[in-house]
């Protein structure tokens, strides 16, 4: 039989608890107040939209009376890129981070529900940007990011306040030989093509995106590649990437037209490339002094996913530079 004395711990810590969550004092204990509805500025929310009958998952944070930042991202990941990006900024910005469809926490119809184009999937974001009333807003771009947001910029060049450009290419000159069995698989569509690109669906090719080229690779996060492919993972999702490997080819097309509005329009534009990429290498980077003659430019070194080794200088960089142009 147990002893009366071997209880007391365990009452005491049970009473001590019950009065913590009904929040009677005992022995000088009370429950900790009550949190606030109202969620903290730099808080990040987890949310969804409805457009053209997708659900549209995005994260947002900030003041919704903000100068906004639009934050778009690349393959094979989604707006989780920009975890930690988003509160660095949301005392200052509204800053909205949407999921393609197919990608991260957005509806995946399959590929004979939807048409899985670079045209579509800036359908889809122009859709969303109106459904949050994003009549203004800067551009931040990578990788996916670059033809989906310059599709938008051209259709709404008044809408573009400012541009952030991180390893999103826009000229020739960024496509350096790792393209070239995308190259095959534009100019002639067999499974022969495709196989080799299967290649970049498997886990060992996502975590050779976020480490190849960084610095000290122990820095980053395994959570990332991991989120990412379990994500790719999912049925008929490879089928998915597939149809945009190869509507990718429909991009350097449009590289004139984008330049064209680059001239024109002239956004005041930040550029922070990590310059170990060897999928959008330094090479992309450079032509932009061309065409644009608001420039801050910034080689960083490390690799495709800046974000994960530099995003504190990244944030420091975004925050002075829309201090100056925007607000």
Do not use: C
Not at 83 to 98: E, G, Q, S, T
Not at 243 to 266: C, I, M, V
């Amino acid at each position: 039989m147990l002893k009366l004395n071997a209880l007391i711990p365990s009452i005491s810590r049970f009473a001590l608890l019950a009065a913590v969550v009904s929040g009677i004092g005992l022995a000088g204990v009370t429950a900790p107040p009550a949190r606030s509805a109202e969620i903290a500025v730099g808080e990040t929310r987890h949310k969804t939209v409805s457009v053209d009958g997708l659900e549209i998952f995005y994260r947002e944070a900030g003041r919704a009376d903000a100068p906004t930042l639009l934050l778009l991202h690349g393959f094979p990941t989604s707006s989780q890129m920009f975890r930690n990006l988003i509160p660095a900024l949301a005392d200052r910005y509204h800053v909205v981070a949407p999921d393609y469809p197919g990608f991260g926490n957005s509806a995946m119809p399959l590929v004979h529900e939807f048409d899985y184009s670079f045209d579509n999937l800036a359908r889809v974001i122009d859709g969303f940007t109106e459904k949050l009333g994003l009549a203004r807003y800067s551009l931040y771009v990578m990788d996916y990011g670059a033809p989906v947001g310059f599709r938008l910029a051209t259709a709404h060049p008044e809408r573009i306040q400012s541009l952030i450009i991180q390893n999103g290419n826009a000229y020739e000159e960024g496509l350096a030989a790792f393209w070239d069995p995308f190259r095959a698989y534009w100019k002639d569509r067999t499974d022969k093509t495709a196989e080799p690109l299967k290649g970049f669906l498997n886990l060992a090719a996502t975590k050779w995106q976020y480490t190849h080229g960084t610095r000290n690779p122990e820095r980053l996060s395994p959570d990332a590649w991991i989120t990412d492919q379990y994500f790719q993972d999912r049925p008929g999702n490879k089928a998915i990437q597939l149809e945009l490997f190869y509507d990718y080819g429909s991009n350097p097309a449009l590289y004139p037209k984008w330049q064209a509005y680059l001239r024109t329009h002239q956004p005041p534009t930040l550029i922070v490339w990590g310059k170990n990429d060897v999928i959008f290498p330094a090479s992309g980077a450079h032509p932009y002094k061309r065409d644009l003659k608001t420039l801050e430019f910034h080689l960083l070194d490390t690799g495709h996913f800046a974000l994960e080794e530099e995003g504190a200088s990244i944030a420091g960089h975004i925050r002075r530079f829309l201090k100056t142009h925007i607000s």
